[in-house]
């Protein structure tokens, strides 16, 4: 069993519909990253969260530490939204990530 | 504001060649980050450095080393190329602090690496 589990592995929708994309880790953090890679292949960070909830923009990231759960939000999801996210997290004490397997979101016009 | 540089953005080579690959950070990070993402995979941890130290090691074949030079900039040596070394490799750099142990992350535009 992957230590980081993203759901769903895929996921289209329609322009304007409310996306969540959720991630499931199993070991202790001490920080748990939301990325997102386009086809070209480049990783932009969206968000570092250790807890609670931080907005940026269109992007909600959730993080429930005790349940050891994090959703990332789209809100009136466009187009350009169309990228794998990545659910990433940073073992306690250790200087690296552990990636889930990504979701691949594609938003329709 | 300078971001992180990654040079050759693509590289082909034989079997059995060498490749070394550069990694620039963003100014004043502190840590590097190597990771390897083959075609349709997740990415994978390799090597980290903090202040020119090796900190974590994680699947970087015997093949492969790393450094970090005085100036912070990383290079990843790949030697006795094989087929399944052709992947996207990309570098992340950040600025430890806080209670997290990576610090946000910056990632470079990645290193292609074909092995023919």
């Known amino acids: 069993k992957n230590e980081v589990e993203q759901s769903p592995q895929n996921l289209t929708a329609q322009e304007g519909e409310f996306i969540t994309i959720n991630c499931s880790y199993s070991?202790?953090?001490?920080?748990l990253h939301w990325l997102q890679q386009h086809p070209g292949g480049g990783i932009v960070s969206l968000f570092m969260?250790?807890?609670g909830k931080k907005k940026h923009g269109r992007l909600i990231a959730t993080i429930n530490i005790q349940e050891k759960h994090s959703s990332l939000h789209i809100t009136a999801s466009h187009p350009r939204d169309s990228a794998v996210y990545i659910c990433?997290?940073?073992?306690?004490?250790?200087?690296?990530?552990?990636f889930g397997q990504g979701t691949r979101l594609t938003i329709n016009p | 504001a300078a971001g992180v540089i990654q040079s050759p953005r693509h590289l082909i080579k034989e079997k059995r060649e060498t490749a070394t690959l550069k990694c620039y950070p963003i100014p004043r990070h502190d840590t590097v980050y190597w990771y390897q993402q083959g075609p349709g995979q997740d990415p994978q941890f390799l090597i980290s450095?903090?202040?020119?130290?090796?900190?974590d090691k994680g699947s970087i074949p015997d093949r492969f080393s790393a450094q970090q030079f005085s100036d912070y900039h990383s290079e990843l040596n790949m030697s006795s190329l094989e087929l399944g070394d052709s992947a996207l490799y990309f570098c992340?750099?950040?600025?430890?602090?806080?209670?997290?142990?990576?610090?946000?992350?910056?990632f470079g535009e990645g290193s292609r690496l074909t092995v023919l």
């Open positions: 992340a750099s950040s600025l430890v602090s806080g209670t997290s142990s990576t610090g946000e992350l910056f």
């Open positions: 990433a997290v940073s073992p306690r004490g250790a200087q690296k990530l552990v």
């Open positions: 070991v202790g953090i001490s920080a």
């Open positions: 969260l250790s807890s």
């Open positions: 450095f903090y202040e020119k130290m090796q900190s």
